[in-house]
Every structure is written in C-alpha cells, then in structure tokens.
C-alpha cells in the first residue's frame, strides 16, 4: 500500500498496526515513494570478547613514531 505523508499523518495508528500484521506500507510524497514501514526487529546483545585470542597486539602499538610525527607535525626546532 502506498500512501500520501498527509493521509499517513492522519492515519497513522491504522498504518503501524498494518505493518505489525505484516502489510507492506510505503510512504510518498508527491507520489514518490520516500520510505517503507517495517516492524521493528531488535537486535542480539553484543558478545565482548568475540576474538580473545585470536588477535596478537604488539607492546608498542600505541608508541608514537618519530618519522611519522614529522611527515604531521613537520620537524621541530
């Protein structure tokens, strides 16, 4: 079903409970199709940890590099 933003505006309860059941509700204005209504789906927690040990940092990965510091900053007096 596609309908004008105006009508959606008015009609709005009657469109979520649409989309709840399953229906395909589209929004328009000036009859351009703008977005679909879709029921919300929440997503899964986040598992941390998902790579422990799968990932070797090195020691001096936060240690700055001098050369690199110039190609940035440029050389300092």
Excluded: W
Aim: proline share 5%.
């Amino acid at each position: 079903m596609i309908i004008n933003i105006s009508k959606a505006k008015a009609n709005l309860s009657k469109l979520v409970d649409m989309a709840y059941h399953g229906k395909e509700v589209i929004i328009a204005k000036n009859n351009l199709p703008l977005v679909k209504m879709v029921i919300h789906k929440p997503q899964k927690k986040r598992k941390l940890g998902l790579l422990a040990g799968q990932i070797d940092i090195p020691d001096d990965f936060m240690d700055e590099n001098e050369e690199i510091n110039a190609m940035f900053y440029g050389d300092k007096p």
